[in-house]
């Protein structure tokens, strides 16, 4: 048989139950805020960050010397050691470039 003392105690097991899961419900909720402020609060550090960055590298290529401008007539003026320069094809080199030709012609 079931006793009042029984009803009872389920009543309060349920009204327990209930209660427990109306703050899990809240607990939820809150978290959920939270996450929205974490979210939105990233996105404006995001956009902090990349502003900083933006600064930073163009406050980089300001702080940068600028490369003088070559000055051609000091270039011209400079003469170039004869190692370097190419040396003057003869005549036997010449013969063999045209007669090349010739045969690539025929």
Known sequence: MVSLNSINSL?????????????????????????????????LDNQALAKSQQDSTRAQAAAAPTPKTPRLDNAIEQRVPAGLLPKPPTVNTLGQTIGKLINVEA
């Open 11 to 43: 009543h309060t097991a349920v009204a327990s139950a209930e209660r427990k899961v109306q703050q899990d419900r809240d607990q939820v909720a809150q978290d959920e805020d939270r996450l929205d402020a974490s979210r939105s609060q990233l996105q």
